[in-house]
């Protein structure tokens, strides 16, 4: 991946960002595609475009999967709840403002975030919007839900909460944020009491979600380095949270944390520069890290399991898990899937197009892929027999 890609200094838009790329030599150049025994296959449900796709400035515009519809968005508005079995459209509107953000979802509405500042609440029955709300800038991480509360957070680092019901603004909490950031924003993990938000700043905050004040927050990188991209430390991946009331952080040039969520309590800690969200799966880790090694961590301990490098280079999405695999796209258009428990590859199809930067939509022994061009592909899983 071309640093280019990754960076947005303050006062830059991301299209403009995009425009400059291509003058940076990556880090990590990719490694070839190497051949191996598939254990699964692939095979194609159904496809369909939407739209524009994710745009010259490649938004994350993740799509979300519910009750057998899958929602996907493109940059420029076009809204569109796809059947999941039969890949049909259920309706498709024109929201008539660009969108930034991936979907976030309750029973009733869909949230969006736009270029402009703003906060859409769709029906999701109809695609109609029941409001919209003004927050301090432009949003690129899908907005999260309680039972109350909308929480969104912008790239100017202010998390905004608004009424669910009626989009008023409830609450604001702002950090500091350094000159140069990664080109993106984490998305807070939210739960009735608390909201749990990552900063470009590198620390990490939990906030009551009855008032925006911090209950505690932590460093969770330090910058270190001569330039600024060397001290760049941005929480990009959104802070999983399990049952058992442990946190996992990424940070880029930072550590992968396990924390108690209830105080910040460091459980282990790992170092591994990541802006992926990680992926927990029964006792399980699995993250990705800046040169796109795929890492099998134990939960409780913080050892490395595994550690596969086949993929250095490629720009890989964050981690999904389909019936004991990790599914990963990269920027060739290549879906790759590997083995969870050992590491290896398992399966692999090429969806082409422009690439994938955007985590795979998983369920059932289905995967649901959208490319950067808006090639929405949905595939069904199949084990290979041993048998020739």
């Not at 899958?70 to 420029?76: I, K, M, N, Q, S």
């Not at 900063?199 to 008032?211: E, I, K, P, Q």
């Not at 991209?229 to 940070?251: A, C, E, H, I, N």
């Not at 258009?333 to 930067?357: F, N, V």
């Amino acid at each position: 991946m071309k640093l280019t890609h990754l960076l947005l200094p303050l006062g830059l838009t991301a299209t403009l960002l995009a425009g400059c790329a291509g003058s940076v030599e990556p880090q990590y150049p990719p490694k070839e595609l190497q051949d191996f025994t598939p254990k699964v296959s692939l095979e194609e449900r159904w496809d369909q475009g939407i739209g524009e796709g994710l745009g010259r400035a490649r938004y994350p515009l993740t799509p979300i999967v519910d009750d057998g519809t899958l929602y996907a968005v493109d940059e420029t508005g076009d809204l569109r709840a796809i059947d999941t079995d039969s890949g049909d459209t259920q309706w498709d509107v024109k929201l008539g403002t660009p969108i930034s953000s991936g979907i976030g979802a309750d029973g009733g509405r869909l949230y969006l975030g736009t270029r402009n500042g703003e906060v859409l609440a769709v029906d999701r029955r109809d695609g109609s919007i029941d409001w919209k709300s003004r927050v301090s800038s432009e949003v690129l991480a899908a907005p999260q839900v309680n039972s109350e509360l909308v929480v969104a957070q912008s790239v100017d680092g202010a998390v905004t909460a608004l009424d669910r019901l009626t989009g008023n603004e409830k609450w604001v909490y702002s950090s500091s944020q350094p000159a140069l950031t990664l080109r993106g924003t984490g998305a807070p993990r939210v739960i009735e009491p608390v909201s749990f938000a990552g900063f470009a700043n590198g620390r990490l905050v939990t906030l009551d979600n009855r008032s925006g004040q911090p209950l505690w927050d932590m460093r969770v990188a330090v910058p270190k380095g001569r330039t600024e991209v060397d001290q760049l430390v941005d929480l990009d991946g959104q802070p999983v949270l399990t049952p058992d009331g442990r946190l996992f952080v990424t940070s880029y040039n930072g550590r992968l944390l396990a924390l108690e969520a209830t105080s910040g309590k460091v459980l282990w800690e790992h170092e591994e520069s990541s802006y992926l969200t990680p992926l927990v799966v029964g006792n399980y880790l699995f993250t990705v890290n800046a040169a796109s090694h795929v890492i099998a961590i134990d939960a409780d301990t913080g050892r490395v399991m595994w550690d596969s490098d086949t993929l250095e280079g490629r720009s890989l999405t964050a981690p999904s898990f389909v019936d004991g695999n990790i599914a990963v796209g990269d920027y060739q258009g290549y879906i790759h899937l590997i083995d969870a428990s050992t590491g290896e590859m398992s399966g692999r199809i090429h969806l082409g197009g422009d690439g994938l930067s955007l985590p795979l939509l998983t369920g059932d022994r289905r995967l649901y892929a959208l490319g950067n061009d808006g090639t929405l592909v949905a595939y069904d899983l199949k084990t290979l027999s041993d048998q020739n």
